[in-house]
């Protein structure tokens, strides 16, 4: 129930085209979704976030989409570019009990020049 | 110095080894973490300290010991490891770990271990 299920584990997007990370959670007491990139070499950094009380959230060309019903929250990177070649992490916890994060097992993304 | 900083970048070390990972965080923070990277699966918590008190321990082996003196730094005390403990292991820190998810995890770049 802790899980959070993470897909693709690969993608590879051509330059200006649509990246899509999807994710699914079990434990419908998480209000805390939170989306990491790593580069090779680098710590996970914080790209966006989301709670449950709003269906989207837009920072520049970063969405997170979130189906509470469904159990389901995606990453979309519009207009990709080569330098969002990248790990990306979900996460989601339980803001009331501490910041412990359950993160999913990574999509490494790579966009085509 | 600036974020997190984490010291060696990598370490190769013998299974009767003892070593020690080391991270220092510049932020103003109280609350500290170390997590396992390991390919194609998810970070594993290991360990939370806030101000300066152990708060989480995910079942981790006892031959993986932590240490924080204070709120700006934290060990990784290593010994008798096995190969399958060889991973990143990264160090976090955010302003305070019972606030909740609000406040933000800054990472270090990690500590590249291998156990031969």
């Known amino acids: 129930q802790q899980q959070v299920k993470q897909s693709p584990q690969s993608l590879i997007v051509q330059k200006g085209g649509i990246s899509i990370i999807n994710c699914a959670y079990e434990n419908t007491a998480f209000d805390y979704f939170p989306w990491y990139q790593q580069f090779p070499g680098k710590g996970p950094a914080l790209l966006i976030a989301?709670?449950?009380?709003?269906s989207e959230k837009k920072e520049g060309r970063f969405t997170i989409s979130f189906n509470k019903s469904a159990k389901q929250f995606s990453l979309h990177i519009m207009d990709s570019q080569p330098g969002d070649s990248a790990t990306y992490f979900c996460a989601a916890s339980k803001e009331a009990y501490g910041n412990k994060l359950v993160f999913g097992a990574g999509t490494i993304l790579r966009v085509k020049s | 110095e600036t974020g997190v900083t984490q010291t060696p970048r990598h370490l190769v070390m013998g299974m009767t080894n003892k070593k020690s990972l080391k991270c220092e965080q510049h932020?103003?923070?109280?609350?500290m973490y170390w997590y396992k990277q390991s390919a194609k699966k998810p970070l594993e918590l290991m360990f939370v300290y806030n101000f300066k008190e152990q708060t989480e321990n995910n079942s981790v082996p006892s031959r993986f010991s932590p240490e924080c003196p204070n709120s700006s730094h934290l060990f990784l005390h290593l010994h008798t490891l096995q190969p399958e403990d060889s991973a990143l292991y990264l160090c976090a820190s955010s302003q305070d770990f019972m606030q909740g998810a609000a406040n933000e995890q800054f990472f270090g770049p990690g500590t590249r271990l291998t156990v031969l």
């Open positions: 989301i709670r449950p009380d709003v």
């Open positions: 932020l103003g923070h109280n609350a």
